[in-house]
């Protein structure tokens, strides 16, 4: 048998397998229909109670690159997807509640779906800008460190969904604004999570019982923002 000739050049092709899209990728937010009628996530919080469900208002829902639709929530510093919270320690998505209805479910509200499904279709921004925006309909707030080292609360106005996913609170600088009440869209607007002084984001009746709390949790506040 002839040896082979170990400078001929073969024939064959190498075909990469491609590549898989990362987490990141694949959880990437494309559109988001605003949650109204005051929908809640349900959540196990096992720090808290072992016994006990908590619910929290749902921002908004979200169709992902992935095709899945979940619901959207502030949770801490950012804006989470109901599938992130999976750690009974600090927060387990436990499905949905409808509070008016007193009813509990599992699947997006198909009005939403509806509206996702058109969405997806909009074209992109030819301009490189923003993809959505629409008003918060659930009194989220910031909470920002002031001058003197003291916490600010400021509602969000709106969130602003950008063309990599990244969905921001938008809030006001009252000194910029020049019309009230603040709609979206205003000149005034800048997006909270980008300031160096913001810490997190609290819900309606949580940023009530700050803003009517007294020395003592103001203190405790204060350190909880600065850590």
């Keep these: ?68 639709d979940v619901a959207l929530l502030p949770w801490l510093n950012g804006v989470a997807r109901c599938i992130d919270l999976v750690d009974p320690a600090s927060g387990l998505s436990q499905g949905y509640y409808d509070p008016v209805k007193e009813r509990r479910f599992s699947e997006v509200p198909p009005h939403h779906l509806a509206a996702l499904d058109a969405m997806v279709n909009y074209p992109q921004p030819a301009d490189g800008g923003f993809i959505q925006e629409f008003p918060d ?49 205003d000149a005034c607007l800048f997006a909270v999570q980008n300031a160096s002084t913001f810490r997190y984001f609290f819900q309606y009746h949580i940023a009530n019982q700050i803003k009517a709390g007294g020395a003592v949790a103001t203190r405790a506040l204060s350190q909880l923002l600065q850590s």
């Design 137 to 185: 309909f659930i009194g989220s707030h910031a909470a920002l460190l002031g001058e003197n080292k003291e916490f600010e609360l400021q509602p969000i106005i709106s969130w602003r969904l950008q063309q990599n996913g990244d969905l921001e609170g938008m809030v006001a600088n009252i000194d910029l604004a020049t019309h009230f009440p603040i709609l979206i869209g």
């Design 1 to 68: 048998m002839a040896p082979r000739n170990p400078c001929k050049s073969s024939s064959a092709k190498i075909i990469p397998f491609p590549q898989r899209p990362s987490r990141v990728e694949q959880h990437k937010i494309l559109r988001v229909s605003p949650e109204y009628e005051g929908l809640c996530l349900l959540y196990a919080h096992h720090v808290l109670s072992r016994d006990k469900l908590y619910a929290v208002k749902i921002l908004g829902w979200a169709r992902l690159a992935n095709g899945k």
